[in-house]
């Protein structure tokens, strides 16, 4: 248990589906991260929200749309995935204030796109 | 950019045998270094780090140190256990919280490595 909460655990969607990850840490982390992590790839950051501010974006398709209400919570919108969107999506937190801060990942949620 | 590169698995090895799982890195600054492991069924966990050039990290048995001239961060253990059965992933970080990096880690491809008893 590393702190960090992601719901669902698993999530099977159709093409046409909308759903949100939802992820979750009550570490008084200020930095809250996505990653995507597909079969035999390097995990991909794909955004990065510091003090609620969305302050990177890696070239996401716009069928992902994050949200930070909070620095509590982040969520991760999804519609009209394609099959190749099917992965592992890790959510992590740090506090980042200091350089060496750890970054801490939640279990992640398994996502199949049928 | 940044980039980790990480030995091709899987690795596989008997119980009690040593690990060595290779990791070179190239970065626009100064990193710092990581490895990650991650259980099945589980997201990834931070095994051991280190900040600077010839640090040594090490937790549970395994240690690596950062060798910048070599740009070099290889795991090591010296007796496995079947539960050490996992994916391990190196990784560097370039900056905190400010400046464009944001504190966002580079990951290598990540090493599969399962020991039988």
């Known amino acids: 248990e590393t702190g960090v909460t992601q719901t669902p655990r698993h999530l099977v969607m159709g093409m046409t589906n909308k759903k949100s990850l939802k992820c979750e840490q009550h570490?008084?982390?200020?930095?809250m991260y996505w990653y995507k992590q597909s079969a035999k790839k390097p995990l991909e950051l794909m955004f990065v929200?510091?003090?609620?501010?969305?302050?990177e974006n890696n070239s996401v398709p716009s069928r992902f749309s994050p949200e930070c209400p909070n620095s509590s919570h982040l969520f991760l919108h999804l519609h009209t995935l394609q099959p190749e969107d099917s992965a592992l999506y890790l959510c992590?937190?740090?506090?980042?204030?200091?350089?060496?801060?750890?970054?801490?990942f939640g279990q992640g949620t398994r996502l199949t796109v049928v | 950019g940044d980039s980790v590169t990480q030995m091709e698995g899987p690795v596989t090895l008997s119980e009690e045998a040593f690990l060595t799982i290779n990791c070179t890195y190239t970065?626009?600054?100064?990193?710092?270094l990581f490895w990650y492991v991650q259980y099945p069924g589980e997201g990834l966990q931070l095994l051991l780090k280190?900040?600077?050039?010839?640090d040594k990290g090490s937790n549970k048995g395994f240690e690596a140190t950062y060798r910048k001239e070599t740009t070099s961060f290889h795991l090591e253990k010296g007796s496995v256990q079947v539960s050490d059965s996992a994916v391990y992933f190196c990784?560097?970080?370039?900056?905190?919280?400010?400046?464009?990096?944001?504190?966002?880690?580079?990951f290598g491809q990540g090493t599969i490595l399962t020991v039988h008893p």
């Open positions: 990784a560097l970080k370039v900056g905190g919280a400010g400046g464009t990096s944001y504190g966002k880690l580079t």
């Open positions: 992590a937190s740090r506090l980042a204030t200091g350089r060496n801060t750890e970054a801490f």
């Open positions: 970065a626009t600054g100064y990193p710092s």
């Open positions: 570490l008084g982390h200020n930095a």
């Open positions: 929200y510091s003090l609620e501010e969305r302050v």
């Open positions: 280190a900040t600077k050039a010839d």
